[in-house]
Protein backbone atom coordinates (compact mmCIF):
# COMPACT_ATOMS: atom_id res chain seq x y z
CA UNK A 1 0.00 0.00 0.00
CA UNK A 2 1.05 3.71 -1.13
CA UNK A 3 2.29 5.75 2.00
CA UNK A 4 1.16 8.67 -0.28
CA UNK A 5 -2.35 10.24 0.79
CA UNK A 6 -4.34 8.41 -1.72
CA UNK A 7 -6.92 11.71 -2.39
CA UNK A 8 -3.32 13.31 -3.96
CA UNK A 9 -3.63 10.67 -6.40
CA UNK A 10 -6.64 11.64 -7.69
CA UNK A 11 -6.52 13.81 -11.19
CA UNK A 12 -8.40 17.38 -10.63
CA UNK A 13 -10.39 17.50 -13.93
CA UNK A 14 -12.39 14.89 -15.34
CA UNK A 15 -12.40 14.14 -19.04
CA UNK A 16 -15.78 15.56 -20.79
CA UNK A 17 -18.09 12.92 -22.39
CA UNK A 18 -17.46 14.51 -25.63
CA UNK A 19 -13.92 13.45 -25.46
CA UNK A 20 -15.38 9.55 -26.12
CA UNK A 21 -17.88 10.68 -28.45
CA UNK A 22 -15.12 12.31 -30.45
CA UNK A 23 -13.29 8.91 -29.95
CA UNK A 24 -16.25 6.60 -31.11
CA UNK A 25 -16.48 8.88 -34.08
CA UNK A 26 -13.00 8.49 -35.66
CA UNK A 27 -12.16 5.33 -33.79
CA UNK A 28 -9.40 4.29 -36.42
CA UNK A 29 -7.98 7.15 -36.31
CA UNK A 30 -7.96 6.33 -32.44
CA UNK A 31 -6.47 2.91 -32.16
CA UNK A 32 -3.07 4.18 -34.50
CA UNK A 33 -2.55 6.79 -31.47
CA UNK A 34 -3.05 3.97 -28.54
CA UNK A 35 -0.89 2.15 -30.58
CA UNK A 36 2.06 4.66 -30.76
CA UNK A 37 1.03 5.62 -27.30
CA UNK A 38 2.10 1.70 -26.33
CA UNK A 39 4.80 1.71 -27.95
CA UNK A 40 6.23 5.14 -26.46
CA UNK A 41 5.67 4.29 -22.91
CA UNK A 42 7.42 1.43 -23.43
CA UNK A 43 10.26 3.40 -25.24
CA UNK A 44 10.17 5.57 -21.97
CA UNK A 45 10.56 2.62 -19.03
CA UNK A 46 13.98 1.47 -21.02
CA UNK A 47 14.60 5.00 -21.25
CA UNK A 48 14.58 5.16 -17.08
CA UNK A 49 16.25 1.48 -17.16
CA UNK A 50 19.41 3.10 -19.04
CA UNK A 51 19.44 6.61 -17.05
CA UNK A 52 19.63 5.19 -13.90
CA UNK A 53 20.72 1.81 -13.95
CA UNK A 54 22.60 1.41 -10.28
CA UNK A 55 18.20 1.47 -9.36
CA UNK A 56 17.77 -2.08 -8.90
CA UNK A 57 14.31 -2.16 -8.39
CA UNK A 58 13.54 0.98 -10.39
CA UNK A 59 15.40 -1.47 -13.40
CA UNK A 60 13.63 -4.64 -12.59
CA UNK A 61 10.50 -2.71 -12.65
CA UNK A 62 11.06 -0.98 -15.56
CA UNK A 63 12.01 -3.82 -17.55
CA UNK A 64 8.52 -5.02 -16.63
CA UNK A 65 6.75 -2.39 -17.09
CA UNK A 66 8.71 -2.49 -21.15
CA UNK A 67 7.45 -5.70 -21.57
CA UNK A 68 3.80 -5.48 -21.18
CA UNK A 69 3.33 -1.95 -22.40
CA UNK A 70 4.92 -3.98 -25.37
CA UNK A 71 2.34 -6.39 -25.29
CA UNK A 72 -0.25 -4.20 -25.06
CA UNK A 73 1.42 -2.26 -28.16
CA UNK A 74 1.45 -6.03 -29.77
CA UNK A 75 -2.71 -6.37 -29.40
CA UNK A 76 -3.62 -3.01 -30.56
CA UNK A 77 -1.75 -3.82 -33.79
CA UNK A 78 -4.13 -6.83 -33.83
CA UNK A 79 -6.69 -5.20 -33.72
CA UNK A 80 -5.77 -2.58 -36.40
CA UNK A 81 -5.27 -5.05 -38.80
CA UNK A 82 -8.25 -6.99 -38.64
CA UNK A 83 -9.60 -3.84 -39.97
CA UNK A 84 -7.38 -3.53 -42.23
CA UNK A 85 -5.38 -0.25 -40.84
CA UNK A 86 -2.04 -0.36 -40.63
CA UNK A 87 0.29 1.69 -38.37
CA UNK A 88 1.05 5.30 -39.83
CA UNK A 89 3.73 7.52 -39.06
CA UNK A 90 4.42 8.92 -35.40
CA UNK A 91 2.68 12.13 -34.32
CA UNK A 92 3.93 14.18 -31.41
CA UNK A 93 1.93 14.44 -28.42
CA UNK A 94 1.08 17.74 -27.48
CA UNK A 95 -0.38 16.52 -24.00
CA UNK A 96 2.86 14.66 -23.42
CA UNK A 97 5.39 17.41 -24.46
CA UNK A 98 3.76 20.08 -22.44
CA UNK A 99 4.26 17.98 -19.22
CA UNK A 100 8.14 17.53 -20.49
CA UNK A 101 8.52 21.13 -20.01
CA UNK A 102 7.61 21.25 -16.39
CA UNK A 103 9.95 18.82 -15.40
CA UNK A 104 13.07 20.08 -13.15
CA UNK A 105 16.19 19.31 -15.37
CA UNK A 106 18.50 21.01 -12.85
CA UNK A 107 18.40 18.93 -9.90
CA UNK A 108 18.98 15.15 -10.06
CA UNK A 109 16.95 13.98 -7.30
CA UNK A 110 14.25 16.49 -8.64
CA UNK A 111 14.32 15.28 -12.32
CA UNK A 112 14.04 11.53 -10.63
CA UNK A 113 11.19 12.12 -8.93
CA UNK A 114 9.56 14.31 -11.60
CA UNK A 115 10.20 11.81 -13.87
CA UNK A 116 8.24 9.03 -11.38
CA UNK A 117 5.32 11.56 -11.34
CA UNK A 118 4.63 12.62 -14.56
CA UNK A 119 4.81 8.68 -15.22
CA UNK A 120 2.56 8.14 -12.98
CA UNK A 121 0.10 11.24 -13.95
CA UNK A 122 0.10 9.88 -17.83
CA UNK A 123 -0.84 6.39 -16.98
CA UNK A 124 -3.65 7.80 -14.37
CA UNK A 125 -5.22 10.03 -17.09
CA UNK A 126 -4.49 6.64 -19.54
CA UNK A 127 -6.66 4.18 -17.00
CA UNK A 128 -9.17 7.05 -17.17
CA UNK A 129 -9.85 7.26 -20.47
CA UNK A 130 -9.27 4.08 -21.55
CA UNK A 131 -11.92 3.29 -18.76
CA UNK A 132 -14.46 5.43 -21.17
CA UNK A 133 -14.23 4.05 -23.97
CA UNK A 134 -14.59 0.32 -22.33
CA UNK A 135 -17.87 1.63 -20.60
CA UNK A 136 -18.97 3.30 -24.04
CA UNK A 137 -17.66 1.35 -26.60
CA UNK A 138 -20.51 -0.62 -28.74
CA UNK A 139 -18.28 -3.61 -29.48
CA UNK A 140 -18.66 -5.43 -26.68
CA UNK A 141 -15.13 -7.73 -27.47
CA UNK A 142 -13.12 -4.13 -27.41
CA UNK A 143 -15.37 -2.75 -24.38
CA UNK A 144 -13.86 -5.62 -22.49
CA UNK A 145 -10.23 -5.29 -24.05
CA UNK A 146 -10.45 -1.32 -23.06
CA UNK A 147 -11.38 -2.16 -19.50
CA UNK A 148 -8.07 -4.49 -19.39
CA UNK A 149 -6.00 -2.08 -20.36
CA UNK A 150 -7.75 0.34 -18.05
CA UNK A 151 -7.26 -2.09 -15.28
CA UNK A 152 -3.82 -2.38 -16.48
CA UNK A 153 -2.76 1.63 -16.35
CA UNK A 154 -3.80 1.68 -13.08
CA UNK A 155 -1.30 -0.80 -11.92
CA UNK A 156 1.14 1.33 -13.52
CA UNK A 157 0.30 4.91 -12.13
CA UNK A 158 0.72 3.69 -8.57
CA UNK A 159 3.84 1.54 -9.84
CA UNK A 160 5.34 5.02 -10.35
CA UNK A 161 4.03 6.40 -7.01
CA UNK A 162 5.44 3.41 -5.81
CA UNK A 163 9.42 3.84 -7.17
CA UNK A 164 9.40 7.44 -6.09
CA UNK A 165 8.68 6.29 -2.40
CA UNK A 166 11.93 3.79 -3.03
CA UNK A 167 14.16 7.09 -3.54
CA UNK A 168 12.68 10.06 -2.20
CA UNK A 169 10.83 11.60 1.07
CA UNK A 170 7.60 11.07 1.40
CA UNK A 171 6.75 15.10 1.65
CA UNK A 172 8.49 15.94 -0.97
CA UNK A 173 6.54 13.56 -3.51
CA UNK A 174 3.33 14.86 -1.78
CA UNK A 175 4.20 18.40 -2.51
CA UNK A 176 5.25 17.99 -6.10
CA UNK A 177 2.91 15.70 -6.77
CA UNK A 178 0.29 18.22 -5.27
CA UNK A 179 1.95 20.68 -8.37
CA UNK A 180 2.14 17.98 -10.79
CA UNK A 181 -1.66 17.84 -10.77
CA UNK A 182 -2.26 21.44 -10.65
CA UNK A 183 -0.49 21.47 -14.15
CA UNK A 184 -1.89 18.61 -15.65
CA UNK A 185 -4.95 19.74 -14.86
CA UNK A 186 -4.27 22.96 -16.48
CA UNK A 187 -3.06 20.83 -19.49
CA UNK A 188 -5.52 18.77 -20.21
CA UNK A 189 -7.71 22.13 -20.37
CA UNK A 190 -5.94 23.82 -22.54
CA UNK A 191 -5.92 21.04 -25.19
CA UNK A 192 -8.47 20.63 -27.76
CA UNK A 193 -10.53 17.33 -28.00
CA UNK A 194 -9.54 15.24 -30.56
CA UNK A 195 -9.31 11.19 -31.17
CA UNK A 196 -6.32 10.25 -29.24
CA UNK A 197 -5.45 9.30 -25.81
CA UNK A 198 -4.50 12.47 -24.93
Not at 11 to 33: A, C, G, I, M, Y
Request: glycine share 4%; with cysteine.
Amino acid sequence: MSKIDPELLHLRVKTPPQWTQTVLSEFHVFLNDHAQAEKKASGMALSMVSHYPDRSELVRKMIDLSIEELAHFREVIKLMQARGLQLSNDEKDPYVNQIRQHINKSDSEMYLLDRLLTGAIIEARGCERFGLIGAAHPELELGRFYQLIAESEAKHHLLFIKLAERYIDCKKIETRLDEWLDVEASIIQSLPLRPALH
